[in-house]
DNA sequence: ATCATAAGACACCATTAGGTGTCTCGTCAA
DNA sequence: TTGACGAGACACCTAATGGTGTCTTATGAT
């Protein structure tokens, strides 16, 4: 098992457009220092390295130290809770669905 | 078109526990008043008003009024947001999947 | 007509979030 | 061996967040 106790919730972690930035550079790259990321934002090292941390936190990022630098690493595993969460609700959006699957959720109790 | 302007990033309306919970009732509920989703919670009236403000910003609730109580109901769609962000990435979580998806990702381009 | 209830509108408060800058310390290159 | 670079660790600031309580108004019940 993987997943040991988030300390940071998945929801809050990807809540931040900075963060959704970050998990999407690391998804196309791979492993990237945190020099070269903050590169891609307008905004100091530190910032970008607390957000970082946060991704951690929700165990959506795994770092390691390389030389002077530390890599970012993507683990996406922890998104499949939204992805599950949301799931549930999709039944609610298919427009002329939605009170259909209502009734029938309730039939099946 | 049903999708006006959200004032409010869906991510962020969905970030706090308190205001997935009150989506979750609206789910089962399909409408409730003020009133009787504050009896759900352990804090006051005005504090579960402004969680459904928040969700209302986002686009994921509406609200009408009955005679002297407001009314609200579960809008969904929004969170199609997040699931199509959500699935983008459920490629990289499939354990021994995940390096081959991205090895065939790059090869597409 | 009176009174209780539902909720909007504020003003207020403490904590967190998201930034900044600076100092220090390893590590790599000259 | 002397810099320059990458990054951790702080201290710090401001604005936003998530609560509170109170006052007022509209509605419904007696």
Known sequence: MSENS?????????ADPTRRRLIRLLAEADEMPLH???AQ????RTAVSKHL???KEAGLVRDRKV???TRFRLH?????????WVAFYSKFW????????????EEEE
Chains 1, 2 share one sequence.
Do not use: H, K, W
């Open 41 to 44: 934002f307008e905004m100091g």
């Open 94 to 105: 298919s427009a002329n669905m939605s009170r259909l699957s209502r009734l029938l959720e």
């Open 67 to 69: 030389g002077r630098e």
């Open 6 to 14: 988030p300390l940071r919730d998945v929801y809050d972690a990807i």
């Open 53 to 55: 941390s946060i991704l």
């Open 36 to 38: 070269e990321l903050t």
């Open 76 to 84: 996406a595993a922890p998104l499949r809770e939204i992805q599950d």
